[in-house]
């Protein structure tokens, strides 16, 4: 009973933090983002990858009329898989100033920034569906599209503001494997040497500090380059280096309540190591765990995008936020610093809402504070 009332009086007080549940809806938007990314973004192929080289490193707002024209090969793919995977597309888009329908072929002025309408091109109509080549209405409804791109287009044409939706699902990924594996492994190890002490506690704690002792960027790019570049290799190097701080405050919370008198009780009634530890002291001892969790959590994305901005986190095409800043950093000094501001911002802004949460529970679950 006591147990639900200081949860309850957590509850209230994290509710009274206005930026605490700020930062919490802006996270639950955020994860919401991550998981429906495709259903969001304007562009729903796979990774977002649909390159536009003529109307590269576009300011937000522009828009054009874009060409399709299908692909030659029919991809099967279900509904869950284009929702949550993207959709696989073969087909081809050209940004366009103008098009033609001409007996056999479909002609057009792609898209130039002088608006030239000298340069005409062609397409075979073999790629298109024969009954919308009768009639331009019909073939405008299917084939061409007024697009604009609200956050602009990237080096390579690509859509920014697709990519930027589709991003947050790697920093939400590797924020979240990062904090699992540090939780199993400091909980685990912490526990361990704080209940047993000893011998035990001696060595992991030697483990900790030459962990510790070593800088965290070295470590995560020595794990990395060991294990392969990758998506998931970054995830679980990420991981490896971060358990070091939960299994000290483990390990501490576990030396200061193993003498309280409920652990006593339990080991008069008998229950064994293993219970006592997992059913008695570790419930007792999660608030703080909760919030170095949440600093983890922003850590994690940090390092993850110093990682993809040296080129060793995730791979191309995969869309990351610290590889788009890698990619379009030169542009600040070319007037379109945006290309790297925007998923700068959006970094800060994520790891400024996780470390506001974490403050926030911490504040919240301090028993000691005002009421």
Avoid at 118 to 133: C, E, N
Avoid at 144 to 163: C, E, P, Q, V
Avoid at 222 to 237: D, H, S
Avoid at 253 to 277: E, K
């Amino acid at each position: 009973m006591q147990e639900k009332s200081l949860t309850q009086l957590a509850l209230q007080r994290f509710k009274k933090n206005f930026w605490g549940v700020l930062s919490f809806i802006f996270i639950i938007i955020c994860g919401i983002i991550a998981v429906f990314a495709y259903v969001f973004a304007p562009d729903d192929s796979r990774n977002a990858n649909q390159m536009h080289l003529s109307i590269h490193s576009k300011k937000p707002g522009f828009e054009v009329t874009m060409l399709t024209v299908p692909g030659d090969e029919d991809l099967e793919q279900d509904l869950f898989g284009s929702i949550f995977f993207g959709k696989k597309n073969t087909d081809t888009e050209i940004p366009i100033l103008s098009y033609q329908l001409k007996a056999g072929e479909v002609l057009y002025v792609p898209y130039n920034e002088d608006g030239d309408q000298a340069l005409v091109k062609s397409v075979k109509t073999d790629f298109f569906d024969a009954q919308h080549l009768a009639d331009r209405d019909a073939f405008a409804e299917a084939y061409i599209a007024h697009k604009k791109f609200i956050l602009g287009t990237d080096k390579y044409g690509r859509d920014l503001l697709s990519r930027m939706l589709i991003g947050t699902r790697i920093s939400f990924s590797i924020g979240f494997v990062a904090v699992v594996i540090s939780l199993v492994i400091g909980i685990l190890l912490g526990s361990m040497a704080g209940y047993y002490g000893g011998k035990i506690d001696a060595a992991i704690m030697w483990l900790i500090n030459v962990t510790w002792s070593i800088p965290t960027l070295l470590l995560v790019i020595a794990i990395t380059l060991a294990l392969g570049k990758g998506f998931w290799q970054v995830f679980i190097a990420v991981g490896l280096t971060m358990w070091v701080e939960v299994a000290r405050v483990v390990r501490g919370q576990v030396i200061s309540t193993r003498q309280m008198q409920y652990v006593t009780a339990a080991r008069a009634l008998g229950f064994g190591n293993w219970r006592i530890v997992s059913h008695h002291i570790l419930p007792n001892i999660m608030a703080p765990v909760i919030v170095i969790a949440a600093a983890n959590f922003a850590s994690a994305i940090l390092i993850e995008s110093g990682l993809s901005f040296l080129g060793i986190g995730a791979q191309p095409p995969t869309p990351s936020w610290g590889a788009m800043i890698k990619d379009h950093y030169s542009y600040i000094i070319l007037g379109k610093a945006y290309l790297a501001i925007v998923p700068g911002i959006a970094i800060m802004s994520l790891v400024m809402a996780f470390m506001l949460l974490g403050n926030s529970i911490r504040d919240a679950t301090d028993v000691k504070g005002r009421v």
